[in-house]
């Protein structure tokens, strides 16, 4: 009797909508508590050089304004600056990797770029600068947009331009490597506002999300070929998982009047059919074949949740996945875990909502 009243009331704190006046988020809180540092720095304690990635800034950054927390979110702003773009993003594309080095000292283990932090952090700007009215969040919002198109787009002969993973390492002679997951189809409409090449690129992103995944099974890389246009990776072949299950997430949490969404949600149902037969979310799947592999942690079933609710026939899908998250929360300290929990159960939850053309809309601005 016990075990099903503390049950009943995880669940509760799993699904319930948000009233009006509450805005209190424990789970950020805890995110904070145990991944965010006082300076603003995000820290993945699975690695033993304790590294922060220009991904978890990113990521921190727009749950921090999801939650209307300022101080946080200026702290891991100026420290992703200082750290990650030698002061400015506007001029410098934040490197990707920062922590402990080889020679035992602190700092950027790695300079590539990486796109799609690059993107939400550019995205978090600008809605910043527009829900709290700041012009300085919006303009460096906008010339971080300007730095990327110039160093991380490229026009895919045969397709048009695209965004690339990096500013370096993904391009061939004949052939371009990139990653469905690094581009969410809302931050693509809402950059799109700021001119080409963002209207461009939001209009091919739902081809290149499609055609990748001919079983409607995202994977986590792609090739494109001018020749045989999407192709499997040669270097990570078909396989689906910690980078694929992004793709279904921001599917799920496109506005109902969103462009492509019927197509989109339609073409990547057999997730949805794969989660219900099985359970719980695969955790690997082959995008060529469509055999799934193994189960995934509990935060699969998070970052699915908006999935479910968008393809659903009825509830009892998702709440199965609310079910399990309330058992088996995911571990304080797991990184990435904690990010597809917050994303997922909390746009679960109604903390957060992307209109059609992209925009944000918090529950504390718009519940």
């Known amino acids: 009797m016990l075990r099903a009243v503390l049950l009943a009331l995880a669940l509760q ?8 006046a509450d ?44 939650a209307d927390d300022r101080d946080t979110f200026q702290r891991i702003l100026d420290w992703t600056q200082e750290h990650l773009a030698k002061g400015d993003m506007g001029t410098t594309l934040p490197a990707w990797l920062w922590g402990r080095r ?18 939400w952090l550019a995205y978090t700007l600008l809605e910043a600068g527009r829900l709290w009215q700041r012009r300085d969040y919006r303009v460096l919002g906008q010339r971080l947009a300007g730095r990327i198109a110039q160093q991380e787009v490229v026009d895919l002969p045969g397709f048009g331009k695209m965004l690339l993973p990096g500013r370096l390492g993904f391009t061939g002679d004949t052939l371009w490597r990139l990653n469905p997951s690094y581009m969410p189809p809302q931050l693509m409409a809402r950059l799109s506002d700021l001119g080409e090449p963002w209207p461009g690129i939001a209009r091919r992103v739902p081809t290149l999300l499609i055609d990748s995944a001919p079983r409607g099974l995202a994977p986590d890389w792609a090739a ?12 990570h072949g078909s396989a689906g998982d910690y980078d694929a299950i992004r793709v279904y997430l921001w599917l799920g949490m496109l506005a109902d009047d969103a462009p492509h969404r019927e197509a989109l949600l339609t073409h990547f149902l057999p997730m949805r059919d794969l989660t219900i037969e099985r359970g719980v ?10 055999e799934p592999r193994g189960d995934a942690n509990v935060s699969f079933s998070a970052a699915l949740l908006p999935f479910l609710v968008a393809t659903a026939g009825d509830d009892s899908a998702a709440m199965r996945q609310r079910q399990r998250i309330a058992r088996n929360p995911v571990d ?3 990184y990435y875990g904690q990010v597809l929990t917050l994303f997922g159960v909390g746009w679960d939850q109604g903390r957060y909502r992307f209109a059609a053309d992209g925009t944000l809309h918090p529950a504390w601005d718009a519940p």
């Open 13 to 20: 704190v799993v699904a319930l909508p948000l009233q009006a």
């Open 23 to 66: 805005h209190d988020w424990p789970a950020w809180a805890r995110f904070k508590d145990n991944l965010i540092d006082d300076s603003g720095r995000v820290i993945d304690p699975s690695d033993p050089r304790r590294i922060t990635t220009s991904e978890g800034q990113s990521y921190a950054l727009f749950f921090a304004l999801v």
């Open 102 to 119: 080889d020679d035992d000292r602190w700092g950027v283990i790695d300079a590539n770029s990486a796109a799609d932090s690059d993107l």
């Open 224 to 235: 494109w070929r001018p020749d045989q246009g999407w192709r499997p990776d040669p270097r």
């Open 281 to 290: 979310p695969p955790e690997r799947i082959d995008a060529q074949s469509g």
């Open 332 to 334: 304080a300290e797991a």
